[in-house]
């Protein structure tokens, strides 16, 4: 089967781990032959947003075509490309397309395509919600209001399913743009099950729990993600930790920090305590959460979320309607607001000596006990008419 993976409506990330990375990955190990369209809009090793150049190549089996933007302002805020998209399928053929988010303008041409060709499956996913899109009043009265409504009831004359990859984006699917309740499902992000079985293999546990200079009596927590004004809280994790008595609790922080909030930080570092470890590589993900005691995300929605759930990591999580999903029986506990207070309370329920609460969330955490987001079993999801 040949299948065709959209991506205009963002960026799109080499070797990285999001969703529009692993699918067509997952896609090719269930033996079809996989194709992913794209815009040039990546991001560098700083994760500073770039423009790479057009053209066509391979990763592990995937073919990718990079499309340019048209000349103009007006085409990249539209998202117009060039060559045209529908001449590249003519040329594929495939049997199915999976449109990654329906905000670009020129779906017209991948619905113009479907309707000659009714014989191909048509999915499309969505990663807006009202806490990342729509917040300003010309994004959402304008450009998602009617423009990319627009793009949507477009799409939904060939489209047999709408996904929200976050419960909060089937609502967004069916209260912003309108579409029909019984054609918008839930498809949840995941963990790539192969990595986490290799990362949970005892030896690599072993390892990388001497690499981050922990013993066996040590309870090591992780945090990963943008440190910026969207996610400040992680600085009052640092804050809690750093305050905690216990030697044997220790925190390593992952990711980019933002200028503004650079002094911040660095204040909060303590020696042996509270360590800034960099980046976090997409290679590295699994090992480094799966070598930790606890997760703990304390900001807004990241892929890790579900990164981490799948992997079996007892985590805390911020509780926001419509990404609560991650709590699978008791997997998990949430912090309301994410202040230093709050983030202590929590800390003392879940770290020695008092414990009880960590070994039940540990316990329902197990991996193996629940596939909900095996990429393995997402992936024949997303094309399972």
């Known amino acids: 089967m040949k299948i065709v993976h959209l991506c205009f409506a963002s960026f799109y990330i080499d070797n990285y781990t999001y969703q529009e990375n692993i699918l067509p990955l997952y896609h090719k190990r269930m033996g079809n032959d996989v194709w992913v369209l794209a815009s040039t809009f990546s991001f560098d090793e700083k994760g500073k947003g770039t423009l790479v150049s057009p053209g066509s190549y391979e990763i592990d089996g995937v073919k990718i075509t990079r499309f340019a933007y048209k000349k103009g302002r007006a085409a990249r805020i539209l998202r117009r490309y060039t060559p045209d998209i529908r001449k590249e399928l003519e040329k594929i053929a495939p049997d199915v397309i999976f449109i990654h988010g329906v905000q670009f303008l020129d779906i017209g041409r991948v619905v113009s395509y479907c309707k000659k060709h009714k014989n191909v499956a048509v999915y499309a996913d969505n990663h807006a919600d009202f806490v990342n899109s729509a917040a300003g009043f010309l994004s959402k009265r304008i450009l998602h209001g009617v423009i990319w409504r627009h793009c949507a009831k477009k799409a939904n004359a060939v489209t047999k399913k709408f996904y929200g990859v976050l419960p909060a984006r089937t609502e967004f699917l069916k209260k912003m743009y309108k579409l029909p309740e019984e054609k918008v499902f839930f498809l949840p992000l995941g963990a790539e099950d192969d990595k986490v079985r290799a990362a949970r293999a005892p030896e690599t546990l072993k390892k990388m729990r001497n690499d981050a200079g922990c013993t066996d009596g040590d309870f090591l ?117 994410g202040g230093e207070e709050e983030i202590t309370a929590v800390l003392d329920r879940l770290t020695p000596p008092d414990s009880e609460e960590y070994r039940k969330i540990k316990k329902k955490a197990g991996y193996g006990e629940d596939d909900f987001f095996s990429y393995e079993r997402i992936a024949r999801a997303s094309i399972d008419a």
């Open 221 to 337: 927590i992780v945090t990963a993600g943008k440190i910026d004004r969207n996610k400040p809280e992680v600085l009052n994790l640092m804050a809690a930790v750093g305050k905690n008595a216990d030697p044997r609790v220790k925190l390593h922080v992952y990711g980019s920090i933002v200028p503004e909030l650079r002094e911040r930080f660095d204040a909060l570092l303590k020696d042996g305590k509270v360590i800034y470890r960099g980046w976090l590589k997409p290679e590295d993900t699994y090992r480094v959460f799966c070598a930790a005691d606890l997760l703990f995300f304390p900001g807004l929605h990241s892929v890790y979320w579900e990164q981490a759930v799948g992997a079996g990591c007892p985590a805390v999580f911020r509780r926001i309607d419509g990404f609560t999903h991650v709590d699978r029986d008791g997997n998990c506990l949430f912090v309301e607001s």
